[in-house]
């Protein structure tokens, strides 16, 4: 019947159909309000993620169908691309209960991964948000809407690369996108937590976007342990926002600020993101080459090039070169000061009070 059903509203892209035979050593990975996920091995080796919706989503769906058939319907026209989840196809067990089959991420979902993964260094972290806006911008190019973006809904690949799952409430743009009841709190726009039945479009993805650019900084799930009334007074009374974390790049901050403003048509779009996030990768991937030529160098010469950035106002190249410096001559007070003061201007406040701190030792 969902078969009939779904063929019957798509013409021109045929779905896959997988013999349930074909699998074996079923677990659960993942239960929620509406679906379960589960983690099952195929007789060839390979493992797979097979997805179904609960038979009472009728808080969600009138038909307990339509959560599954609009999934599927999205998952069957969204083309390939490495930061979407792979759609495989579907399948049906003895008891006639049907399953999407979508490849299988093993390391998890993003804020399972930032838990374990403490140390990931700045370009390590926006590359994992270049591959969460690319998997966006592929969405909204083929004018689809996801609409309930948060960390359990990107996952990450044994490569460290990111995919964008979970497709149970996207919409076509030009359909009806009023809000359901559904989408982590935390990662829903102030509109949209003001007004369930608000239209949710771009704008609305990239206010997450925002959200998740911020835990990939902090390693933690934005708003955490509030209640939804409280993350309602925090964003829309009060108009708050999750701080930077000490040592964020600048220009990495000012991006998902921007794109968690209040105001939906002052979000950049996606592509205005991607321009952004490529120029500050490849601004880390420049001070990762200045690392890299510190060997050989000695205190004169770290020194005579970290005031010469210092000077031009590049302060992260600068303090590539002084920091090296001072671990050779911890005892310099105006290298530390010099450091001191190009962490105020980059906003690495907690490092500035330490600089600062060694300098007046060494002055009293």
């Not at 990975?29 to 993620?49: C, H, K, M």
């Not at 009138?62 to 599954?68: I, N, T």
């Not at 004169?300 to 590049?314: A, I, V």
């Given at each position: 019947m969902?078969l ?6 798509i ?21 929620s ?27 969600y769906?009138?038909d ?5 058939i ?5 998952n ?17 067990d ?10 299988f991420?093993?390391?998890g979902d ?28 592929h969405?909204h ?7 309930d ?34 989408g ?5 726009a ?21 959200m ?8 933690i799930s ?23 974390i ?23 779009g996606i592509?205005?993101?991607q321009r ?41 190249e600068?303090?590539?070169?002084l920091n090296?410096?001072l671990?050779?001559n ?12 190009a ?13 600062y ?8």
């Amino acid at each position: 019947m969902i078969l009939k059903r779904v063929e019957s509203s798509i013409n021109d892209k045929p779905i896959k159909i997988l013999e349930y035979s074909s699998f074996v050593n079923s677990n659960i990975i993942l239960a929620s309000e509406t679906n379960l996920v589960y983690r099952v091995d195929l007789r060839d080796g390979n493992t797979v993620a097979l997805k179904t919706f609960k038979s009472d989503v009728s808080h969600y769906y009138e038909d307990p169908f339509d959560g599954f058939i609009r999934e599927v319907k999205i998952n069957n026209m969204i083309a390939y691309h490495e930061n979407i989840i792979k759609f495989l196809g579907i399948t049906k067990d003895p008891k006639d209960k049907y399953f999407m089959v979508h490849e299988f991420a093993s390391n998890g979902d993003l804020q399972s991964y930032l838990n374990t993964h403490h140390n990931l260094d700045w370009l390590t972290k926006v590359n994992m948000a270049k591959d969460i806006s690319n998997g966006i911008e592929h969405l909204h190019n083929a004018i689809i809407v996801h609409r309930d973006l948060h960390d359990r809904n990107i996952l990450v690949h044994s490569d460290g690369r990111l995919v964008i799952a979970d497709f149970g409430i996207s919409k076509r743009l030009g359909d009806d996108t009023v809000s359901i009841s559904a989408g982590r709190y935390a990662y829903l726009a102030p509109e949209c937590l003001q007004d369930h039945n608000f239209k949710r479009g771009k704008p609305c993805d990239i206010y997450s976007l925002g959200m998740l650019f911020w835990e990939i900084s902090s390693g933690i799930s934005p708003l955490n342990g509030k209640e939804k009334i409280e993350i309602y007074q925090c964003v829309v009374d009060r108009g708050e926002r999750e701080l930077p974390i000490d040592g964020t790049p600048s220009d990495y901050i000012s991006l998902y600020r921007n794109a968690r403003n209040g105001d939906s048509e002052l979000r950049p779009g996606i592509a205005a993101i991607q321009r952004i996030l490529d120029k500050v990768i490849e601004r880390l991937l420049k001070l990762s080459e200045h690392q890299s030529a510190l060997s050989g160098l000695n205190v004169s010469e770290l020194k005579t090039r970290g005031e010469s950035y210092f000077n031009e106002e590049k302060f992260d190249e600068a303090l590539i070169y002084l920091n090296k410096s001072l671990e050779i001559n911890p005892n310099d007070a105006l290298t530390s000061f010099r450091c001191g003061e190009a962490n105020r201007r980059i906003n690495y406040l907690e490092k500035s009070l330490e600089n600062y701190n060694i300098v007046e030792l060494h002055i009293s």
